[in-house]
Structure formats: structure tokens, C-alpha cells
């Protein structure tokens, strides 16, 4: 079904539901994170978001993948335990090992095989982590999280790929969330498999020039989600892998 034609039924539906939010969750069956700013996003656009949730695979399967391993840009290796919000980050060119709890900002930091002892620089090293996790994980599981606290969403119409194709083209911007709140995405959607197939950087949301578009391709299921990696200019997430389950070293030891 074509986003027109989902619109459509959506008004339906909000006419005689009622527009709130548990009308809108039933619908679609994809919950909205709390604090996220529905009342300032077009339901165009929250209707998008949903058939893109839908696509990579639905809601529920995104709920019960659990561990998420990928390299970023050939710099970092990353291991995310999304069920009890862990990341294990080996930083490869400064040869630094960190495990942190994202919820507590909790956990520890090896340099160059050595345990760092001392609390405060051990702190300050957890909180890079957490921003480096924040930063690499957007790049590869964004299409999932455009529903999260602090984000609104506009649709700004249809639109042509770089590649050719026609797309729809979702805004993003966050109110007081994360370490880049300024930032803004513009997100291109496949009119034809509601697939995000290029997103385009804006530093600063009062920017009318994006400063990068990139492609966001080469899809592949991975458990019972599909995600893009290995893209068309190099760039963003490879050697991606998605697991149930994982030793659990990983997260309390260096080796």
C-alpha cells in the first residue's frame, strides 16, 4: 500500500478514534518512546515513520533483537546489548577497550591492555564512550528510532534520489536530547518498499544546506531485521551481525 493511500485510511481511523496517542500506537502497533513530540509531528509523517518501522522488519522484531556487533568507518568495533542497554567499543586506533552500562554510565576502560584505575579519567572515558556508542549506532539503526524521546517529525513531500528513484522525505529534529540536539536529518523513503534509501546531515537545524547526503543501501536481514551496511560510498557500518546470544565476557572482561 502507498503512503497516499495509508494516509488516507490513517484520517479514517483518526476521525472516528479519536487523535491520541494509543489511538495512533494500535494502529500501527509501533509505541511511541516516551517524550517523543507527537503533538508537533504530522501524522504524514508519523504515518511514514511507521511504514519504515514496518519495513526493516516491525516493531516487535526490533524489541526482541538483542545483541548488534558492526564495525564503524574501519575505526571502531562495537558490541551492543540493546536488552540490557550495554556496549562493549574496541577503539582500534588508540588501541582503548571500553565496556559501560548506557543507563549509569558505569564500567571499565583498558588502554593498551591496562585496567585505568584512577575514577575520574575512567569516567571521562565512559562518558566518550557513551557518545562514540550514540554517534556509530544513529548510522546504523536510525530507521528504528525515529520515534524517540525528543524527536519531531515533518514531511516535507516527495522527492527524487540521487540514484533516480522517487522517495517520500521525512524531517528530524530533537528538542533537548542527546550530545548534537541542533542537528537536523532529512530521511528519503523508497516510494515503492518504504525503505530509507539516503539521509541527508544538517550541523545546525536552521541550516538550509544539508552537509553531507549519503546513501543508506545494500540491505540485508540480519536475525529477523533488515539494515543497511557495506553502502554504495564506503562509508557508515560493515561487518554487521546481529545475535541472540553472546558471551558474556564481553561486557566485564578485555579478552
Not at 554510565?105 to 572515558?125: A, F
Not at 560510498?233 to 560493515?238: A, E, I, L
Request: proline share 3%.
Amino acid at each position: 500500500m502507498n503512503l497516499r493511500k495509508k494516509i488516507y485510511l490513517f484520517a479514517i481511523v483518526v476521525c472516528f478514534g479519536g487523535c491520541n496517542k494509543a489511538n495512533e500506537d494500535t494502529l500501527f502497533n509501533n509505541p511511541a518512546a516516551e517524550g517523543f513530540d507527537l503533538a508537533n509531528s504530522d501524522p504524514a509523517a508519523v504515518e511514514l515513520a511507521d511504514s519504515i518501522m514496518e519495513a526493516m522488519g516491525g516493531w516487535k522484531n526490533w524489541q526482541n533483537t538483542r545483541y548488534i556487533s558492526w564495525n564503524f568507518f574501519g575505526n571502531r568495533n562495537l558490541v551492543w546489548d540493546k536488552k540490557e542497554e550495554r556496549a562493549r567499543i574496541e577503539s582500534l586506533k588508540d588501541s582503548i577497550t571500553y565496556v559501560v552500562d548506557l543507563k549509569t554510565l558505569t564500567g571499565k576502560v583498558w588502554v593498551k591492555g591496562q585496567l585505568i584505575s584512577e575514577p575520574d579519567s575512567s569516567n571521562r572515558m565512559l562518558q566518550k564512550a557513551k557518545s562514540m556508542w550514540i554517534n556509530d549506532s544513529y548510522w546504523l539503526v536510525m530507521p528504528f528510532k525515529l520515534k524517540d524521546t525528543g524527536v519531531t517529525l515533518k514531511y516535507l513531500g516527495e522527492d527524487t534520489l540521487k540514484t533516480g528513484g522517487r522517495c517520500n522525505v521525512l524531517q528530524l529534529t530533537f528538542n533537548n536530547v542527546g550530545d548534537t540536539p541542533q542537528n537536523k536529518y532529512h530521511i528519503y523513503v523508497d516510494l515503492e518498499d518504504n525503505l530509507v534509501k539516503q539521509w541527508a546531515y544538517f550541523n545546525n537545524s536552521t541550516q538550509d544546506s544539508a552537509n553531507f547526503v549519503r546513501p543508506w543501501d545494500n540491505y540485508k536481514k540480519y536475525g529477523n531485521i533488515l539494515l543497511s551496511a557495506d553502502r554504495s560510498d564506503s562509508s557508515g557500518p560493515r561487518n554487521v551481525a546481529v545475535d541472540q546470544t553472546l558471551n558474556e565476557k564481553i561486557f566485564s572482561e578485555l579478552n
